[in-house]
């Protein structure tokens, strides 16, 4: 498997309506997560952090799933503004200051 | 606080050309990486840094040289320019000594090498 997948979409969606990626990683030991968002030809920039909990913030929920080794992102009414790639970040296998990028999910909400 | 910045917003280099991508960053973090993004991929770690003279390679190092002099920059240098070489290149920096904190993105640089 490898360190980070993600189903590379594109998700389209209408507005308002919900709509979950999912992100597998290979990392066992892997304690903390991030969601990162990225708009067209513009720089990521963090959406969310990740732990054993989970986390909701607003509209958008994540969540982890440590025995199937996948976190999650749940955006509930979704708006146009929300259009975007989302990366998935996961501690890197051999090291413990570097994180792997997901190669990300597209979304497009639909008026 | 102008965060991270990049210099140039685009470059196009012909095969073989050096040159160097600029980056800062006044937020006074000690972590320091360059990432490229090619279409369909993830940002790839090219080289990173954690602090003033220290560096370390990444996931893709090979044709880049950094240095880091002070904790504001980070330059990263094309070395003899490839086709290969052609992405978006992100400067990134945060606090602490490591990525799993928040990193802050540079708005990036285009290069097309031809």
């Known amino acids: 498997r490898k360190e980070v997948e993600q189903d590379p979409g594109p998700f389209n969606v209408p507005e308002g309506a919900t709509v979950a990626f999912n992100c597998t990683y290979s990392n066992s030991a892997s304690q903390s997560f991030f969601w990162y968002r990225q708009d067209c030809r513009k720089e990521p920039k963090l959406l969310m952090s990740?732990?054993?909990s989970g986390n909701e913030d607003g509209r958008f929920t994540a969540q982890l799933n440590r025995a199937s080794q996948y976190i999650s992102l749940l955006i509930r009414d979704s708006k146009l503004s929300d259009s975007a790639t989302y990366l998935c970040v996961v501690p890197e296998k051999t090291s413990y200051d570097k994180v792997i990028f997901g190669p990300g999910t597209s979304l497009s909400v639909i008026p | 606080n102008a965060g991270v910045t990049q210099t140039p917003k685009f470059q196009v280099l012909k095969t073989g050309q050096s040159m160097t991508l600029q980056c800062a960053q006044d937020?006074?973090?000690?972590?320091m990486s360059w990432y490229r993004q090619d279409p369909g991929m993830g940002l790839r770690l090219i080289h990173y840094?954690?602090?003033?003279?220290?560096?370390d390679q990444g996931e893709v190092p090979n044709g880049y040289n950094v240095s880091r002099s002070t904790t504001e920059d980070f330059p990263l240098r094309l070395l003899s320019a490839a086709p290969s070489q052609t992405s978006v290149y992100f400067c990134?920096?945060?606090?602490?000594?490591?990525?799993?904190?928040?990193?802050?993105f540079g708005p990036g640089t285009r290069l097309t090498v031809l």
């Open positions: 937020m006074n973090h000690e972590y």
């Open positions: 990134a920096s945060s606090r602490g000594q490591s990525s799993y904190n928040e990193q802050f």
């Open positions: 840094s954690v602090g003033a003279g220290i560096t």
């Open positions: 990740v732990y054993s």
